[in-house]
């Protein structure tokens, strides 16, 4: 065996490592399990992107009814919307609601708390510091 520098035999290694391991991200919300019931959308895992996304249940809610244009409502078990909407159309809006609710827009990391100060909400980030006023209104 050759004496291999440090950073060679490193090197070597993070090109035997599968892609998937290296990049990784924090915040991963579950894609939208949901399917048509006669004229209503019903989404499965709705409860469940809401815990993931960290934010209370009625804001994320409003956002979403508002932003499909549509009548709703949360039950225990799911999200019943009043007209059909397709799954990849709900993951967009999710999207949104985390670019516009959860994601810092200095440092990009999801740990964030909203701040309600007279009429403004701002989105304020425990990782950096930074404090943005949101510019969506719901």
């Known amino acids: 065996m050759k004496d291999e520098s440090y950073e060679t035999l490193l090197k070597r290694a993070q090109g035997l490592l599968p892609q998937k391991s290296m990049a990784t991200e924090r915040l991963e919300v579950p894609k939208v399990l949901g399917h048509i019931q006669g004229n209503r ?17 009625d804001h994320f809610l409003k956002y979403l009814l508002k932003e499909l244009a549509t009548s ?6 799911a999200l019943m919307l009043g007209t059909k909407v397709p799954a990849s159309r709900l993951n967009d809006k999710i999207q949104q609601y985390l670019r516009d609710f959860v994601i810092c827009p200095e440092c990009k990391r999801p740990d964030t708390k909203l701040e309600r100060e007279d ?20």
């Open 41 to 57: 959308t019903v989404v499965g895992n709705f409860h469940a992107i809401a815990g993931v996304i960290g934010r209370p249940l």
């Open 72 to 77: 709703g409502e949360a039950t225990k078990t």
């Open 119 to 138: 009429n403004v909400t701002f989105i304020k980030c425990s990782a950096c510091g930074a404090r943005h006023a949101v510019k969506v209104r719901i």
